[in-house]
């Protein structure tokens, strides 16, 4: 085996080849090595090319010789290599265009050309930057080219150039041509510079903030301390429709305390929009002073961000003391299965909630052998969403868990093996969550016992339920009904028993 690159006379690299596994008998051989003349033609430079970082292997890929520089060839130019399916022309054009007559650029749109040798499907893609070089946006277009010279266009949004705040020329850059099995067959870094434009000749957003704000705290519950942070921020609309906004609170020191978004409906005009920090968040953080509204992002219903604010706002000062804590439900502390409460399994309800971050909820009820039980949450609060897990009598090991109730609920239906204590823990999918808007009820409710034998449920033991018991064993089916010999299976043994009881032959 021998494996050789190609490089041009200035020594930059153009391909990788190796021949073939093959026999080769004694004396002096010859093995060709086929470079790509696309490639070639790709590299773009005329001139000899060189031979370079020749191996050759035997069939165990040990090395056997290896030459750094090997051969020089002769002069070609790239030209008289093959010619890409398709490559740029060296030819654009770029206007603006505006689609609802309103005297604004909805797009500045540039042409570029591409000579194609072969029909078929092509994507063109690239990337405007301003004078400065600051990138403004990326597009590309998948289309079906003809042979000749075509013209694909790429639309870039007037909004994001308007957006942007410079005037004077753009540029293309970083001009990509693929073919249909995305194989890059030709590229350009700095491709192409439109005219001068105002950038103020591109469509206004639909929306973008005023810089007008304002903050105050509010209490739902009339516990003299605040629930929420609210922060205010200022919207101007022209076209009506749905926004969303979303920012966090950051304290004076540069800490993260909360995020918070706001997806409505808004018309046209100045536009107000809330954003409610959670007051046990800010009394959990413990710091006084000033908060920060950073990472102010405003999008459409498409999620296209209309406009961005870093750093939009600082509000008034505040003492975290005057915002309320999250109250612990009636049943903490129960953070671990040692400090866990008793629950009935009569299906009565308890009422938890998450009043810390990483809170846990554990609980625990006594279960007998052959019983069948159903633990579940329900009944959220808006920002509740419990996971919930089984834990043996050890209170360690865990027997199963869930996520996949109802909507945000969780259930376990388990068949106990060994009567004993088990253990329940609860806790919010989302550790960061607390509060009191994180409450939930879990429950553990066991099955009612049927009529040993009464496989078919209609009070007596016959003949009927030993068949079904029959069937049960035959499929591996479970039903507790007929587990007469308590073994935590059904057999033949038990439908014979059955038959027996039915026959009053033995007692179950």
């Given amino acids: 085996m021998i494996y050789g690159e190609l490089c041009d006379e200035y020594g930059s690299w153009i391909d990788y080849e190796g021949s073939d596994y093959v026999y080769l008998g004694a004396g002096s051989q010859s093995i060709p ?148 099995d995305w194989n890059r067959i030709d590229y350009i870094y700095d491709a192409y510079t439109t005219s001068h434009y105002n950038y103020t000749d591109f469509q206004r957003p639909p929306a973008k903030f005023s810089d007008i704000y304002s903050d105050y705290g509010t209490d739902t519950d009339g516990d003299w301390l605040y629930d929420y942070l609210i922060i205010d921020v200022g919207v101007n609309v022209t076209m009506a429709g749905k926004y969303r906004i979303e920012g966090s609170l950051y304290d004076e020191y540069g800490y993260w305390i909360e995020y918070d978004n706001s997806y409505t409906y808004l018309n046209a005009g100045n536009q107000t929009v809330t954003l409610a920090f959670r007051g046990t968040a800010i009394r959990q953080h413990n710091v006084d002073g000033n908060f920060y509204l950073r990472y102010l992002n405003l999008y459409d219903g498409d999620w296209n961000r209309l406009d961005y604010i870093y750093d939009a706002y600082t509000t008034s000062y505040y003492n975290y003391t005057e915002f309320g804590d999250s109250i612990p439900d009636a049943y903490e502390p129960d953070d671990n299965y040692l400090l866990s409460s008793y629950i009935s399994v009569d299906g009565v309800k308890q009422t938890h909630n998450f009043h810390v971050p990483y809170d846990q909820d554990w609980l625990k009820f006594s279960a007998t052998e052959c019983g069948a039980y159903t633990i579940e949450t329900s009944d959220f609060g808006g920002e509740s969403d419990a996971c919930l897990y089984l834990y043996s009598t050890d209170g360690v090991t865990e027997i199963c868990h869930d996520d996949g ?64 018991a029959l069937q049960i064993a035959a499929t591996g089916g479970w039903d507790s009904a007929a587990d007469v010999d308590g073994d935590n299976h059904i057999t033949s043994l038990d439908a014979l028993m059955i038959l027996q009881a039915a026959a009053d032959a033995i007692a179950l």
């Fill in 33 to 180: 090595l086929e470079f790509s003349g696309i490639k070639i033609r790709q590299n773009g430079v005329n001139g000899t090319y060189n031979l370079r970082y020749l191996n050759l292997y035997d069939d165990n890929w040990n090395q056997l010789d290896s030459i750094y520089d090997a051969y020089t060839t002769t002069h070609y130019n790239y030209t008289e290599f093959q010619r890409l399916p398709a490559e740029f022309s060296d030819s654009y054009s770029d206007y603006g265009v505006d689609t609802d007559g309103d005297w604004l650029y909805d797009y500045l749109t540039i042409e570029i050309g591409v000579d194609v040798t072969t029909a078929g499907y092509y994507q063109v893609e690239g990337r405007l930057d301003d004078s400065y070089g600051d990138y403004i946006e990326y597009r590309s277009n998948y289309a079906y080219l003809n042979t000749g010279n075509q013209t694909v266009q790429l639309d870039f949004s007037g909004i994001a150039i308007r957006q942007n705040e410079v005037n004077g020329t753009y540029d293309l850059r970083y001009l990509h041509l693929y073919d249909d």
């Fill in 405 to 468: 109730g109802s909507g945000l609920a969780s259930k376990i239906i388990w068949n106990c093996s060994t009567s004993g204590t088990y253990y329940v823990m609860v806790k919010h999918f989302n550790p960061l969550i607390f509060g009191p808007e994180t409450g939930y009820n879990v429950s553990v409710t066991a099955e009612e016992k049927p009529l040993r034998g009464d496989v078919n449920q209609d009070g007596v033991i016959t003949s009927a339920d030993a068949t079904i």
